[in-house]
């Protein structure tokens, strides 16, 4: 049975915190790992459910991995297993990052489809398409991705749309490939950058990180490095969305702000005195927010990680946002769960109209995936009197210190097991 927690609403939140790893960059320089035989060094990894989980897949493909407090030390053999297929590959989506290392390592790659959030249907044709013209076939059978490929061979791979797994699977597989790779219209996330960054330091050749073009040239062979995980933006910002809804104060640190601009931008325009320095931001709001409307986008856009957030916002907002979702069909479900709190929401197609109130109601909720779980938690600061929040062992996915960080900035907030 999943915990719960008890959140207490109606106060300023004030304070600072410190983020740690992003959880979506940890994860794929953990996969990065299989592609350089030795000892990868990772360091600044968040506390969060999904990294021992992305060690026991690696461990089942003959890695052995240490986790030591922040760091990770993962020594892979020089031929890794090829066959992903074993229970904690199904448990959380970035385990298909493995596709693209393994294809480039062992010639062969069997993964399970992962699982993950319940955000939408999450097809990896994109994946597939590229891996093929890098020279591999590659099928879904029996709920596995089964790839091959005598030998990868570079190719302008065109996305459709700018994919932040595809994007990784195709680079994973570029970097190990005989000659050149153009990948166009690639994503442009942070964890990108990062996981670029990490490649380049093991001996990959890319170039045009952190834009939509994105040039590999294969080398025969990389070796292992120690990288430390930038920030979380998205933690970083459920923390400055935060601030705002509670009219508070909260300086948040271990965050580069430029990977936040626009979202600092929005809490500007919702009436927020927003201050930046090198690697953290601060959030001071005075008055009760005013409304503002929202589109996710891929990066540089507003991050569809944080719509849940923009929808709190709104729901206590002087007057009326419209929130458009652009990346994840499945989205709004976390609006029926802001309704029983007393939201003013409307639903059309992938847009929600949202008519602000000063104060929510508290009731009974329940998480459905990481950022519903956060949103749901920072909604239940707004709301009068005691929230219960269930299935919170989505937000440990995600969100490391989570209790600790709001007790500190001076929420009253419990976990107990469901049962009580
Ligand atoms: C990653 C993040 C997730 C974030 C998302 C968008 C991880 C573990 N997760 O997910 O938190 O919300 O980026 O910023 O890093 N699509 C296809 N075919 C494909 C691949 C994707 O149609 O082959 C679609 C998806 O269904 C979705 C959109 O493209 O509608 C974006 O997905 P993508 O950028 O791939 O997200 P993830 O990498 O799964």
Same mark, same amino acid.
């Given at each position: ?37 030795? /000892?990868? &060094? ?19 493909? $003959? ?5 030591? $407090?922040?760091?990770? +030390?993962?020594? #892979?053999? =020089? &031929? ?11 448990? %959380? ?16 790659? *069997? ?25 591999? /076939? ?11 490929? =005598? ?18 699977? *195709? ?12 990948? !166009?219209?690639?994503?442009? =996330? ?10 380049? @330091? ?8 952190? &834009? ?21 933006? !998205? ?19 271990? !965050? ?18 927003? /201050?930046?320095?090198?690697?953290? %931001? ?11 409307? %929202? ?27 419209? *929130? &458009? ?11 029926? +769960? ?5 939201? @003013? #929401?409307?639903?059309? $197609? ?6 602000? *109130? ?11 995936? !990481? ?13 009068? $009197? ?25 929420? =009253? ?8």
């Amino acid at each position: 049975m999943s915990d719960r927690f008890l959140v207490t609403g109606g106060g300023r939140l004030v304070g600072g915190v410190v983020v740690s790893g992003a959880k979506n960059s940890v994860l794929k320089l953990m996969a990065a790992a299989l592609l350089a035989e030795g /000892t990868t &060094t990772i360091s600044n990894c968040p506390d969060i459910l999904d990294v021992p989980l992305m060690a026991a897949v690696l461990e089942g493909l $003959g890695c052995v991995v240490r986790l030591d $407090g922040d760091i990770v +030390e993962i020594t #892979t053999p =020089e &031929t890794p297993r090829y066959r992903a297929d074993f229970e904690a590959v199904e448990k %959380f989506r970035a385990s298909v990052c493995v596709l693209g290392p393994l294809l480039a390592r062992c010639k062969r790659a *069997i993964v399970a489809l992962p699982g993950g959030d319940a955000i939408g249907s999450r097809p990896l044709d994109m994946h597939q398409q590229g891996l093929r013209q890098l020279g591999a /076939t590659s099928k879904i059978e029996h709920g596995c991705v089964v790839a091959e490929a =005598e030998a990868l061979h570079g190719a302008e791979v065109s996305l459709e749309f700018p994919s932040v797994g595809a994007t990784e699977n *195709i680079l994973m597989a570029a970097v190990l490939a005989t000659g050149e790779t153009t990948i !166009i219209n690639a994503a442009r =996330e942070p964890d990108i950058v990062d996981l670029c960054d990490m490649l380049v @330091q093991m001996g990959a050749r890319i170039e045009g990180a952190g &834009t939509s073009v994105l040039s590999v040239v294969g080398v025969e062979k990389l070796h292992p490095t120690s990288h430390r995980v930038i920030g979380d933006r !998205i933690v970083a910002a459920t923390w400055g969305i935060a601030a705002a809804i509670t009219q508070g104060d909260v300086e948040v640190s271990g !965050i580069d702000p430029a990977h936040l601009s626009l979202v600092l931008d929005k809490l500007r325009a919702v009436g927020a005195e927003v /201050t930046t320095r090198e690697n953290s %931001f601060r959030v001071v709001q005075r008055n009760r927010p005013v409304a503002v409307n %929202f589109a996710t986008l891929p990066y540089p856009g507003f991050p569809t990680d944080l719509q849940p957030m923009a929808i709190v916002l709104a729901a206590v907002a002087d007057g009326t946002s419209v *929130i &458009t979702e652009n990346i994840f069909e499945a989205r709004f479900r976390f609006v029926e +769960e802001m309704m029983r709190l007393g939201a @003013q #929401t409307r639903i059309d $197609g992938h847009h929600v109209a949202i008519r602000g *109130i000063p104060q929510l109601s508290s009731a009974h909720v329940w998480s459905s995936d !990481i950022r519903a779980g956060a949103g749901l938690v920072l909604a239940a600061l707004v709301a009068d $009197g005691v929230t219960i929040v269930d299935d919170v062992f989505h937000i440990d996915r995600g969100y490391p210190s989570f209790v600790e960080d709001l007790k500190s900035l001076g929420v =009253e907030i419990v976990r107990v097991p469901a049962s009580d």
